[in-house]
């Protein structure tokens, strides 16, 4: 089946490092990636999509690039703060009748000052 | 806030228990999924719902929960005798459907179950 598996199970930081957090899926079809961030006591939201090859997704600093040759969605951002704590989901959904998001397992980012 | 609401936001119940939840998806989703999420960590999904009939659910909830979504504004997850390990945050989201692509999923902030 869909898969969707992250390297980082923990990330701890300073303000002002760069963040990466690597996404890796695999599929058989051509999904629409998504990184999705979750808050203490809150719902996972959306952070951003793509759904074509080389198309780039961005919000709040944060960025990635739908790379369908390595099968990969890396979520990057130049410079963290500490309200930038929070667990980062990648996933993937193809719509339609399968439209469920398949999650990786989960990237908890720490940022302290 | 969440568009898609979910009550009670708590919940407690014995070993051998009926649980049930509700959410309310938001307003004009025709599409609702429900999500268990353990150890704030990974999301595990479990029922799908295209205007209140189920596409696509997972072994264990046809055997143990009960899912249904009576009307568009109204759906709930019941399970019907709660074990130690169903101690979740079990999350419903909402979205619109299109059969072109994948649409975003919105979320609401999820029920806490705690089976003693």
């Known amino acids: 089946g869909d898969s969707v598996t992250q390297t980082e199970g923990q990330v701890a930081l300073s303000e002002e490092d760069f963040l990466t957090i690597h996404c890796n899926y695999s599929?058989?079809?051509?999904?629409?990636l998504f990184w999705y961030v979750q808050y203490p006591g809150e719902g996972p939201q959306l952070l951003f999509r793509?759904?074509?090859?080389?198309e780039k997704g961005s919000s709040r600093g944060f960025e990635a690039t739908y790379d369908k040759g390595t099968t990969s969605f890396h979520l990057r951002k130049a410079s963290v703060q500490e309200s930038d704590s929070a667990v980062y989901y990648c996933?993937?959904?193809?719509?339609?009748?399968?439209?469920?998001?398949?999650f990786g397992k989960g990237t908890k980012l720490s940022v302290k000052s | 806030d969440a568009a898609v609401t979910q009550k009670p936001r708590y919940l407690i119940k014995m070993k051998g228990q009926e649980a049930e939840m509700k959410c309310i998806p938001e307003?004009?989703?025709?599409?609702v999924f429900w999500y268990q999420q353990k150890q704030s960590k990974e999301l595990k999904f479990l029922i799908y719902?295209?205007?209140?009939?189920?596409?696509?659910q997972i072994d264990m909830v046809k055997e143990r929960f009960s899912a249904v979504c009576p009307s568009s504004s109204l759906c709930s997850l019941g399970i019907r005798t709660c074990e130690a390990e169903d101690s979740a945050l079990y999350l419903c989201?909402?979205?619109?459907?299109?059969?072109?692509?994948?649409?975003?999923?919105?979320f609401g902030s999820g029920t806490r179950l705690t089976v003693l």
């Open positions: 996933a993937l959904s193809f719509g339609g009748s399968n439209a469920k998001l398949t």
């Open positions: 599929a058989s079809g051509y999904p629409t």
């Open positions: 793509a759904s074509r090859d080389k």
């Open positions: 307003k004009g989703h025709t599409a």
């Open positions: 719902f295209q205007n209140q009939q189920p596409l696509d």
């Open positions: 989201s909402s979205s619109q459907f299109r059969l072109g692509g994948a649409e975003t999923l919105y």
